[in-house]
C-alpha cells in the first residue's frame, strides 16, 4: 500500500487503463476522479498465478480515505479546529446575495473528521470594489474555496474571507458537469464546450 497526496472532491486521479476505482473514488469518462477528500491510497493486487486471467483485476487500486495511518507515526490523522487566521478547504454548499454558506473540508494540512460550516460574506469575498461583488458571480454550489478564517462567528458558522489573490475558487465544475480551469483571476473555462464561467479564482502557488 502506497500513501499519496490529499485528494480534493472532483479531482482527477487518474486513466481508467492504469487504475482500478476503490472507495472514496468515482470514473468519470476514461478518468478516475475522488469523490471525497481525503489521503490518495494505492493498492498493488497479489501476484497472479500462472492460471489467473489478466486483466482490470491486475490494476493497482486507488482509493481516497478520510482515515489513513500514517506508517512512518503509527498514527492515524487527527482532527483539529479551524483557528482565526488559519487557511481552509472548503466547499460551497449554498449561495444567498448576502454570503456563501461552505462546508470545511481541511483546515492547513489536516483533514477534517468532524463538520464544520462557515460563511463568506459578500463584504469579505475580495479586498476592492466590494459594493460591486456578486455572490453569484464569485461562487457557486459545488465550488472547492481556499479561504482564511476571520473570525470564529456564532456557534454554528465560522466567516471566512477570500479577500486576498491566492485565496478563492480553486476547483469548479461547470454546468455540463465537466472540470474547469481558471484562465484568469475572475473566470474559469470548460475544456469541453468552451463555455466561460465567472467565479473568485484563487492564485495557484
Known amino acids: ?29 476514461t ?3 475522488a469523490s471525497i477528500l481525503g489521503a490518495i491510497v494505492e493498492t498493488h493486487p497479489k501476484a ?20 489513513v ?12 479546529l479551524p483557528e482565526v487566521d488559519a487557511v481552509v478547504l472548503a466547499r460551497v454548499t449554498r449561495i444567498t446575495p448576502k454570503q ?25 469575498v475580495r479586498a476592492t470594489e466590494k459594493d460591486k461583488v456578486k455572490i453569484f458571480v464569485s461562487f457557486r454550489p459545488g465550488d472547492i474555496v481556499r479561504a482564511q478564517v476571520i473570525s470564529l462567528g456564532d456557534q454554528s458558522n465560522y466567516y471566512l474571507s477570500t479577500a486576498r489573490n491566492h485565496l478563492g475558487v480553486v476547483m469548479a ?17 470548460d475544456p469541453v464546450t468552451g463555455a466561460v464561467e465567472s467565479r473568485k479564482v484563487a492564485k495557484p502557488f
Not at 497472479?48 to 482515515?67: A, D, E, F, K, T
Not at 473540508?105 to 462557515?118: K, N, R, S
Open 1 to 29: 500500500m502506497a500513501l499519496g497526496s490529499i485528494a480534493i472532491p472532483g479531482q482527477p486521479l487518474g486513466s481508467t487503463l492504469k487504475y482500478a476505482p476503490g472507495s472514496g473514488t468515482h470514473v468519470q469518462g
Open 31 to 33: 478518468q478516475l476522479c
Open 48 to 67: 497472479s498465478g500462472p492460471n489467473q486471467i489478466s486483466g482490470s483485476s491486475q490494476l493497482p487500486v486507488l482509493s481516497v480515505l478520510r482515515h
Open 69 to 80: 495511518q500514517d506508517p512512518s507515526s503509527n498514527t492515524f490523522l487527527t482532527n483539529v
Open 100 to 124: 456563501a454558506t461552505v462546508a470545511i473540508l481541511m483546515v492547513g494540512e489536516t483533514i477534517c473528521a468532524d463538520d464544520f460550516q462557515g460563511v463568506i460574506r459578500v463584504q469579505d
Open 173 to 189: 465544475t461547470s454546468e455540463a458537469s465537466n472540470a474547469m480551469y481558471p484562465i484568469s483571476w475572475k473566470e474559469f473555462k
